[in-house]
């Protein structure tokens, strides 16, 4: 089982990236989606989570209003789609994937992909 995150990369403020996990080895058409990231020396923190069936989302107070959490499970991938970019914002990106919590806690999430890392200069 294997996710993978790409999409990411070097934006100024207030621009957008669009980060697209994809997995393969099974399908997480059952599972909850998440992204979180992790700022440059800081932890890891909660960024979104989606709902196995897509009709649930939230979003760490930081981000909501200009990240989307999105998904489709006919293609095993989930997006985040980054916009109004702030310099804040700068951190590797990790897709991960919980088999049954509803959750913000990373340790509830059972897969995780690689990181992406995503600079947003000012």
């Known amino acids: 089982v294997q996710l993978q995150a790409f999409g990411g990369g070097l934006v100024q403020a207030g621009g957008f990236l669009r980060l697209s996990c994809a997995a393969s080895?099974?399908?997480?058409?059952?599972?909850?989606m998440g992204w979180f990231r992790r700022p440059p020396g800081n932890e890891r923190e909660f960024v979104a989570a989606?709902?196995?069936?897509?009709?649930?989302?939230f979003y760490a107070d930081s981000v909501k209003g200009r990240f989307t959490i999105s998904r489709d499970n006919a293609k095993n991938t989930w997006d985040l789609q980054m916009n109004n970019l702030k310099p804040e914002d700068t951190a590797v990106h990790y897709c991960?994937?919980?088999?049954?919590?509803?959750?913000?806690?990373?340790?509830?999430?059972?897969?995780w992909g690689q990181g992406t890392l995503d600079t947003v200069s000012s």
């Open positions: 080895g099974r399908s997480f058409s059952s599972s909850n």
């Open positions: 989606i709902r196995w069936s897509g009709d649930s989302v």
């Open positions: 991960a994937a919980a088999s049954t919590a509803w959750t913000w806690l990373p340790k509830f999430y059972d897969y």
